[in-house]
């Protein structure tokens, strides 16, 4: 059993940044890919990036590349999302998702472990 705890998000003037932290409980978390989602007010889930078990393989949606970098810390035990440049479309609540299977993929069907999400809000 994993669980995951999001932090970091607020409110931030477009243009500025934030960084979302996700920690993580559980001895075999460091063998689980992970995935950062997002939600906003009225759309459907959306991939936003994903590591591997090892953090040696990224992905990232075209819509935050270059924008938004993904790293973990397996020692601490947790997932952090940098987010640069950030833009009035971001505004949505973030989740980060661990996947048992390592594969890290953008599909959310994939991950069994949820976090409770937080809410990132960019003003123009």
């Known amino acids: 059993q994993v669980q995951l705890v999001e932090s970091g998000g607020g409110l931030v003037q477009a243009g500025g940044s934030l960084r979302l932290s996700c920690a993580a409980s559980g001895r075999t978390f460091n063998t689980y890919a992970v995935g950062w989602f997002r939600q906003a007010p009225g759309k459907g889930q959306e991939f936003v990036t994903a590591i591997s078990s090892s953090g040696s393989r990224t992905d990232y949606a075209d819509s935050v590349n270059g924008r938004f970098t993904i790293s973990r810390d397996n020692a601490k035990i947790t997932v952090n999302l940098q987010m640069n440049s950030l833009k009035p479309e971001d505004t949505a609540v973030y989740y980060c998702?661990?996947?048992?299977w390592g594969l890290g993929s953008s599909d959310p069907n994939d991950y069994r472990y949820w976090g409770q999400g937080t809410q990132v809000t960019v003003s123009s």
């Open positions: 998702a661990a996947d048992p």
